[in-house]
């Protein structure tokens, strides 16, 4: 399938790896770690390639931003506290493709409101407003969840939408997340910038 909007390119990296897995006090099986990486992106890629136009083009549609890049490397790890991370783009390898795709889909959105960093902070203005005592980590992430639960909506069936939000939850459960699902319809107003 031809990518019309960003290409990710799974990739391993020897010297990433193991530095992340001092970071976790975990050993570092070079060897085994490289096979298992390799093995997993070769099953990974061509799921991520099989939606990788409509996630990109639903976050493009709901941030109103255009992608900047043709293609990003995201690189696959085996140990690492978090999920992924937007910056480089990096995914732990996750047994559970859909839910691998919900850590890739929140990092793809925070690179891509962080195109137009202006309009973030309009937005981000507004939440502060809004939701007076919550933290700078919150009020970044009601945004960013509301935009991956827009995105998880029009890919997945309810019964794969509800099985990956319980995952989040149980892994992330945090409160940014409930706020955006009990409030996800009166937040919409919120995000609306004009130029």
């Not at 140990?79 to 889909?105: C, H, K, N, Q, W």
């Not at 409101?113 to 007076?132: A, H, P, S, T």
Request: with cysteine.
């Amino acid at each position: 399938m031809k990518n019309l909007y960003l290409k990710i390119k799974f990739v391993y990296s020897l010297p990433y790896n193991r530095m992340l897995a001092g970071y976790e006090e975990k050993n570092f099986d070079e060897n085994r770690f490289a096979q298992e990486i390799n093995e997993y992106i070769k099953k990974l890629q061509p799921k991520w390639d099989k939606i990788s136009n409509s996630v990109c083009q639903t976050l493009q549609e709901v941030v109103k931003n255009k992608w900047q890049e043709k293609e990003i490397k995201c690189y696959v790890v085996k140990y690492f506290r978090v999920g992924g991370i937007s910056a480089p783009l990096t995914l732990r390898m996750e047994p559970d493709f859909d839910y691998a795709f919900e850590i890739l889909i929140h990092e793809l959105a925070h690179i891509l409101v962080g195109y137009d960093f202006k309009k973030y902070k309009k937005i981000e203005k507004k939440l502060k407003e809004r939701f007076l005592n919550e933290n700078p980590f919150i009020i970044r992430h009601i945004y960013i969840n509301w935009i991956e639960l827009q995105v998880l909506k029009r890919l997945f069936n309810q019964k794969s939408l509800d099985k990956i939000l319980k995952k989040v939850l149980s892994v992330r459960g945090n409160k940014a997340w409930n706020i955006v699902l009990t409030k996800e319809n009166n937040l919409k107003s919120l995000f609306k910038i004009s130029a």
